[in-house]
């Protein structure tokens, strides 16, 4: 079936530098694919998506492409901040659109 | 705001109890879903409404039950609760049912911890 892998946390980085969260899934047909965020004591919030192969998602400085040779969907940012401390999801929605798949989810800490 | 509302925000309940956790799903939204967040499991998919039919389901245990009314919010009812129940249950709503790229906006979710 559909899954979504995500690189295991906490990853802990310091202010303005450079974040790549890795996230590769396992789906037939032609999926959307999501990040989420979830900040402490919320819900998730959707960050980006991306609905078709080489699709670039993009907001707040985060970035992703849908690369569908390497079946993957990178989150990056530049240069982070300490209120992007918070727990990203990838997932994706299959051909039918009746599932969202949800990856395990990896924690950000950024110091200042 | 997601504009999506659950209630209650928190549950304490013992073993064997039953529980209802209520969503109200954005306006205008059809859809609606829900999920299981704990520890161990990650997030979990159990359930998905549109327009008061079940359109999917996911991991949702037979002692959980779920409906959507005809004013579109919905309920998850979870009855015989044990210990590994205890979790973080959102609601999410979307436009449609789920077509290519539709978005979910998620509730602020219920914490229930069973005793």
């Known amino acids: 079936g559909d899954s979504v892998t995500q690189m295991e946390g906490p990853v802990t980085l310091s202010e303005e530098a450079f974040l790549t969260i890795n996230c590769t899934y396992t789906?037939?047909?032609?999926?959307?694919l999501f990040w989420y965020v979830q900040y402490p004591g919320e819900g998730l919030q959707l960050l980006l998506k991306?609905?078709?192969?080489?699709d670039k998602g993009s907001n707040k400085g985060f970035e992703a492409t849908y690369r569908k040779e390497t079946t993957s969907f990178h989150l990056e940012k530049g240069s982070v901040q300490v209120s992007d401390s918070a727990v990203y999801f990838c997932a994706l929605t299959n051909t039918g659109g009746f599932k969202t798949i949800f990856g395990a989810g990896t924690r950000l800490f950024v110091k200042a | 705001d997601s504009g999506v509302t659950q209630t209650p925000k928190h549950l304490i309940t013992a073993t064997g109890q039953r529980v209802t956790l209520r969503c109200s799903p954005r306006?205008?939204?059809?859809?609606v879903y829900w999920y299981q967040q704990s520890l161990d499991q990650g997030l979990q998919f159990l359930i998905q409404y549109y327009n008061g039919e079940e359109r999917a389901k996911g991991n949702i245990l037979e002692r959980f039950s779920a409906q959507q009314f005809p004013d579109l919010h919905s309920e998850l009812n979870l009855s015989s609760l044990e210990l590994g129940d205890s979790a973080l249950y959102f609601c999410?709503?979307?436009?449609?049912?789920?077509?290519?790229?539709?978005?979910?906006?998620f509730g602020p979710g219920t914490r229930l911890t069973v005793l």
């Open positions: 999410a709503s979307s436009l449609k049912s789920g077509l290519r790229g539709d978005t979910q906006y």
């Open positions: 789906a037939t047909g032609y999926p959307s």
């Open positions: 306006s205008g939204d059809l859809s």
């Open positions: 991306a609905t078709k192969a080489d």
